[in-house]
């Protein structure tokens, strides 16, 4: 299933910044953590993959956040 976002542009006099933001439902169903860094990849000019730049630390992250329960 596909979720559609639109890629919103933030103008400023001296710089210019770009955001895409993706729905809780997403994130809860990644089980995405706080802080937990992520790789952008490019395919193609269509395809732009989100990968977790080490996913052995999020899961490291993930067993601490459920011991802390």
């Not at 937990?36 to 996913?55: G, M, P, S």
Request: aromatic share 8%; glycine share 2%.
């Amino acid at each position: 299933m596909g979720y559609p976002t639109k890629v919103q542009r933030i103008q400023r006099k001296t710089s210019e910044q770009w955001y895409v933001n993706f729905p809780a439902a997403l994130a809860a169903a990644m089980e995405f953590n706080k802080g937990e860094v992520v790789e952008w990849i490019v395919q193609d000019k269509n395809v732009l993959t989100l990968r977790r730049a080490e996913a052995s630390k999020a899961k490291q992250a993930e067993r601490r956040a459920k011991k802390k329960r």
